[in-house]
């Protein structure tokens, strides 16, 4: 079982920038693939960018590439989300997730943190 934590949300302006991080709990952290997911108010759970367990590759959705960046540190099992440029449309709450294969599906993700509020004033 992976425990998973988030924190680094919070209240910004718009075009301004927050770095969320994720902290698991486990031996075999490296094996997992991670994945940054947020729901806005009367929204979906979407997808916003993953990385593999090697961190060698990453996927991102298209409405943030460019602005945001994923990466972990295997050693210190830790994931972040570096958020730059951020708009309004941002605003959600962001969850950590792991899975054994990398993908952007929401559904095939096995563990899940308790999620971040991450809101852009305009």
């Known amino acids: 079982q992976v425990q998973l934590v988030e924190s680094g949300g919070g209240l910004v302006q718009a075009g301004g920038s927050l770095r969320l991080s994720c902290a698991a709990s486990g031996r075999t952290f490296r094996n997992y693939a991670m994945g940054w997911f947020r729901q806005a108010p009367g929204k979906e759970r979407e997808f916003v960018a993953a990385?593999?367990?090697?961190?060698?590759?990453?996927y991102y959705t298209d409405s943030v590439k460019g602005r945001f960046t994923i990466s972990r540190d295997n050693a210190k099992n830790t994931v972040c989300l570096q958020m730059n440029s951020l708009k309004p449309e941002d605003t959600a709450v962001y969850y950590c997730?792991?899975?054994?294969?990398?993908?952007?599906?929401?559904?095939?993700?096995?563990?899940w943190g308790q999620g971040t509020q991450v809101t852009v004033s305009s």
């Open positions: 997730a792991a899975n054994n294969v990398l993908t952007t599906s929401h559904n095939e993700y096995d563990y």
């Open positions: 990385i593999s367990g090697s961190g060698y590759t990453t």
